[in-house]
T-cell receptor, first 115, second 110 residues
């Protein structure tokens, strides 16, 4: 079955540590996205990528980094510069030209907690 | 700045009734509006799209309306079931990246 796989489901980070969240899709979608979701808040866009080797900052990119070396993969690194990283992280993908009609396909999320 | 408002209070209804959720927006002229369902600890799932020139869209027990004058979309679930209990998010688009609302929790009691 086609879909998006995020791993791990739960992740614990120590202060000052960088961690990387994995996102893989086998839908052949061109565009991929990272969102952060906090309780009582909407999805906030961190980074997005429309094609391989290209990505753009979203609304809250500070303290995060991404890469897009393969069409299927869009990993997110939460760096030590991110002061409040505890949140639920969602990866999504979409058809570039049909994004409106087909919507986003989301992964199951990674819950990151600072310990 | 753009603002999307969804009721932060949970909507509690009895099984079999029609649930109606609201999405209001300001400072925005979206070309389309999407609705998603999100279960606890899971990613949102795309349900429906309605475009700015459409008044109403239906899909099985779901109905969405879009009033660009009132700047409001209503999302209806008829003959609601306990399995419909979830958080429902609206997303407004026009430029490439849509903007999501905070979502409204729906609880359907048996």
């Amino acid at each position: 079955d086609g879909g998006i796989t995020q791993s791990p489901k739960y992740l614990f980070r120590k202060e000052g540590q960088n961690v990387t969240l994995s996102c893989e899709q086998n839908l052949n979608h061109d565009a991929m996205y990272w969102y952060r979701q906090d309780p009582g808040q909407g999805l906030r866009l961190i980074y997005y990528s429309q094609i391989v080797n290209d990505f753009q900052k979203g609304d809250i990119a500070e303290g995060y980094s991404v890469s897009r070396e393969k069409k299927e993969s869009f990993p997110l690194t939460v760096t030590s510069a991110q002061k409040n990283p505890t949140a639920f992280y969602l990866c999504a993908s979409s058809i570039l030209s049909g994004q409106a009609y087909y919507g986003y396909t989301f992964g199951s999320g990674t819950r990151l907690t600072v310990v | 700045s753009q603002k999307i408002e969804q009721n932060s209070e949970a909507l509690n209804i009895q099984e079999g009734k029609t649930a109606t959720l609201t999405c209001n927006y300001t400072n925005y002229s979206p070309a389309y509006l999407q609705w998603y369902r999100q279960d606890p600890g899971r990613g949102p799932v795309f349900l429906l799209l309605i475009r700015e020139n459409e008044k109403e869209k239906r899909k099985e027990r779901l109905k969405v309306t879009f009033d660009t004058t009132l700047k409001q979309s209503l999302f209806h679930i008829t003959a609601s079931q306990p399995a419909d209990s979830a958080t429902y998010l609206c997303a407004l688009g026009g430029s490439y990246i849509p903007t999501f609302g905070r979502g409204t929790s729906l609880i359907v009691h048996p």
